[in-house]
């Protein structure tokens, strides 16, 4: 569940990521081919792209003309992602416009359009990009914040957006007990404790991320060299409980942790990079499948984004293994994918995409790896299978 935030290029860090392996990961302004790299070594990274301008710029454009702004920051985004088809969301905006529930209608609306323009283009959002605690949120508003970028939510959940929030804790993440400063509950698990509960129905099931996750002391530039007094060991403890954590949450993607090299001297006290970094790649990861994670290598992108799969109860299928196999979807650990594979050929000849890795099942008894597939422009879900051994017999199963 817990991969790095990368500033300043991956050229340093390559071992280091394929030693990894991270559930997620956040690269700021991706260089040419560094996403491509990153899947070749673990395809089940989840890869966020932030293409960087100045908070001061996007925030000044999006409260003057949000439909603007999300023009203006599609253009920047393209060329980015012609270099790097394999991030699976891209951000622009971050900790901007946030302040109250006047500014975050105006980033509901740029947010809107600029899923809208990235969907053309077979791009997926990152959004929201909220710092922690914000927006405010309930009951001190009675959530008019989160309701008012609601809107944008929906439409995200129907174009493979992602929301991205960040949250850290002082002085170390889980706060201090002694002082009550920082509670989880209201800092680094605000947003499962006390946002997610008021947010309104349809879109309380969003697929979510954490782009910044961490130690910020909130005094200045002060991180987890300060909080922990420079024991890494013991932030990298307290990082493995808050996975334990983000891992019983289904519609958690994971989190990256601020951060993995510096763009300035302004975040050397949250750097973790050298004996850091080396010990949190070796750390094994408490990590589950995630439904709504819909991975796509290569670049392959489905038309939209289900945040869960269909209960067996509610699908109407001619075939009985539909109901078997999306049962075992939801509760098998699944496989590594391998991007050449006859289900993923077949999946593509039909003019499908795919929406899972390949994964372990039973179908009448015999062993079968199969796979998820969505079809781009009827949503049609499906599942395709072929017993062990004979993997040229691929067959299929409607959802």
């Known amino acids: 569940m817990i991969g790095p935030h990368v500033m300043g290029g991956i050229g340093e860090y390559r071992e280091l990521i394929r030693r990894w392996r991270p559930q997620a990961l956040l690269l700021v302004d991706p260089s040419g ?25 996007i925030e000044k454009r999006i409260l003057a003309d949000p439909i603007s702004a999300a023009q203006w920051a599609a253009g920047l985004i393209k060329p980015a992602a012609a270099g790097n088809p394999d991030v699976d969301v891209w951000q622009f905006n971050n900790e901007v416009a946030q302040a109250d529930p006047g500014q975050i209608a ?7 359009e600029y899923i809208k323009l990235l969907a053309a283009s077979g791009l997926a959002a990152a959004i929201g990009c909220f710092s922690v605690g914000r927006p405010e ?3 001190n508003d009675s959530g008019a ?61 969003i697929t979510y991320i954490y782009g910044e996750y961490g130690c910020d002391m909130r005094t200045g530039r002060e991180g987890w060299k300060t909080g922990y007094k420079g024991d890494y060991a013991a932030y990298i403890k307290d990082l493995h409980k808050a996975a334990e954590f983000l891992a019983q949450q289904p519609n958690c993607l994971g989190a990256c942790v601020f951060t993995l ?10 750097d973790v990079r050298g004996d850091p970094a080396e010990a949190l790649s070796r750390r094994p990861w408490p990590t589950q499948p995630k439904p709504g994670a819909a991975m796509h290598p290569r670049g392959l992108r489905s038309a939209r984004r289900r945040t869960v799969l269909p209960s067996p109860a509610a699908t109407v299928s ?11 979807r939801r509760t098998r650990p699944m496989a590594d994918l391998a991007l050449k594979t006859s289900l993923l050929e077949r999946i593509v000849a039909d003019g499908c995409v795919p929406t899972s890795k390949e994964f372990s099942v039973r179908v009448g008894g015999e062993a079968c790896q199969a796979q998820t597939a969505s079809h781009p422009k009827t949503g049609e879900e499906r599942v395709y299978y072929a017993l062990k051994g004979h993997p040229d017999k691929v067959r299929q199963v409607l959802n």
């Open 318 to 328: 001619a075939a009985p293994e539909a109901e078997r196999l999306f049962k075992d």
């Open 33 to 57: 081919g560094a996403a491509a790299e990153i899947k070749s070594w673990s395809p089940g990274t989840f890869l966020v792209g932030r293409v960087f301008q100045p908070d001061s710029e």
């Open 261 to 270: 090299g510096t763009s300035s001297q302004d975040w050397v006290d949250f």
């Open 137 to 139: 949120a309930p009951p």
């Open 145 to 205: 914040a989160w309701n008012a970028f609601a809107p944008a939510m929906k439409a995200g959940m129907a174009q493979n957006a992602v929301l991205l929030l960040h949250a850290y804790g002082r002085p170390r993440i889980f706060g201090d007990p002694q002082t009550h400063d920082s509670p989880p509950e209201w800092y680094l698990q605000r947003y499962e404790y006390v946002v997610r509960p008021f947010l309104p129905a349809e879109v309380r099931d």
């Open 106 to 112: 105006k980033l509901a609306e740029f947010t809107k």
